[in-house]
Nanobody
Framework: VQLQASGGGLVQAGGSLRLSCSAS????????VAWFRQAPGEEREFVAG????????NYADSVKGRFTISRDNARNTVSLQMDALKPEDTAVYYC?????????????????WGQGTLVTVSS
């Protein structure tokens, strides 16, 4: 599975961005997908995850109520709508496909990763 993340950019605090993750083949539609992020000098952290049919989603406390993850299996895409962005959301964002239909928050549970897209939120 090859993943392509896009949609990052520079935005002012309070603004919005929508990230997209496209998969190379339909294998990803049977697996959980998650977004992680990594800020300079920080560990990679879980942001949001969605189950294979999209009926279950979970979020890091730091983004709950501001970010929304969704998926379109017919198009092999997963999106992350990010609203009310804060400077502390600045990071490289990665999408990842898990081994199973339902995922957890550990990066080790996701064997397939995209290249990352940079999100910069200015104050």
């Amino acid at each position: 599975v090859q993943l392509q993340a896009s949609g990052g950019g520079l935005v002012q605090a309070g603004g919005s961005l929508r990230l997209s993750c496209s998969a190379s083949r339909r294998t990803s539609s049977n697996n959980a997908v998650a977004w992680f992020r990594q800020a300079p000098g920080e560990e990679r952290e879980f942001v949001a995850g969605i189950s294979w049919r999209g009926e279950s989603a979970n979020y890091a406390d730091s983004v709950k109520g501001r970010f929304t993850i969704s998926r379109d299996n017919a198009r092999n895409t997963v999106s992350l709508q990010m609203d009310a962005l804060k400077p502390e959301d600045t990071a490289v964002y990665y999408c990842a496909v898990g081994r199973y239909p339902y995922g957890d928050r550990s990066p080790s549970s996701y064997p397939y990763w995209g290249q990352g897209t940079l999100v910069t939120v200015s104050s």
